[in-house]
């Protein structure tokens, strides 16, 4: 029964994990790029520790006023802002849905990673915890303790009918 109420619950954990890396890697080779949402400046329509799906394969020139895009402002730092206008030199004006104003800077096409098409609620903060180094971690060990639980058993049974064998042998 045990095993049984065990095999259940290492499936399960399993299909959560392969569905929960599926959502993050798979729609890399789409083109789509997952972004973890770090700020309350697009809530209510993306919250914070959402995943942020961004098209990355859309044509620049047709981003208008109203789409969320998600553009570098530095090496490593991303947004993802409203378009509120496109400027005659096709930068765009950008504002987060709860900023009173308009960002500061112009953003230029160069800087557009993509148009955001959907986002996942919450799922950013497992993304970021699984991809710290204690996640990491903890994920592989709870990798090794399921497999040495399943597989346990059977070891456990071997040694035990070859010690039968060897008693009924003597």
């Given at each position: 029964?045990?095993?049984?109420?065990?095999?259940?619950?290492?499936?399960?954990?399993?299909?959560?994990?392969?569905?929960?890396?599926?959502?993050?890697?798979?729609?890399?080779?789409?083109?789509?790029?997952?972004?973890?949402?770090?700020?309350?400046?697009?809530?209510?329509?993306?919250?914070?520790?959402?995943?942020?799906?961004?098209?990355?394969?859309?044509?620049?020139?047709?981003?208008k006023a109203?789409?969320?895009?998600?553009?570098?402002?530095?090496?490593?730092?991303?947004?993802t802002h409203?378009?509120?206008?496109?400027?005659?030199?096709?930068?765009?004006?950008?504002?987060?849905?709860?900023?009173?104003?308009?960002?500061?800077?112009?953003?230029?096409?160069?800087?557009?990673?993509?148009?955001?098409?959907?986002?996942?609620?919450?799922?950013?903060?497992?993304?970021?915890?699984?991809?710290?180094?204690?996640?990491?971690?903890?994920?592989?060990?709870?990798?090794?303790?399921?497999?040495?639980?399943?597989?346990?058993?059977?070891?456990?049974?071997?040694?035990?009918?070859?010690?039968?064998?060897?008693?009924?042998?003597a």
């Amino acid at each position: 029964m045990v095993r049984k109420v065990f095999n259940i619950l290492s499936t399960i954990i399993l299909v959560v994990l392969v569905a929960f890396a599926g959502m993050l890697f798979v729609p890399r080779i789409f083109g789509i790029e997952p972004l973890v949402v770090l700020s309350g400046s697009m809530e209510p329509t993306y919250h914070v520790g959402s995943v942020v799906y961004c098209n990355k394969n859309v044509d620049k020139d047709n981003i208008k006023a109203g789409d969320a895009i998600t553009f570098k402002i530095s090496e490593e730092a991303v947004v993802t802002h409203r378009v509120v206008k496109v400027n005659s030199d096709g930068t765009f004006v950008t504002k987060g849905d709860a900023n009173n104003t308009d960002d500061g800077a112009p953003v230029n096409k160069a800087n557009v990673i993509g148009v955001a098409v959907f986002t996942i609620p919450y799922l950013g903060y497992i993304a970021k915890n699984i991809t710290s180094k204690t996640g990491i971690i903890l994920l592989v060990t709870l990798i090794l303790v399921i497999l040495l639980l399943t597989f346990l058993p059977d070891i456990l049974k071997m040694d035990e009918d070859d010690n039968k064998e060897a008693a009924g042998d003597a």
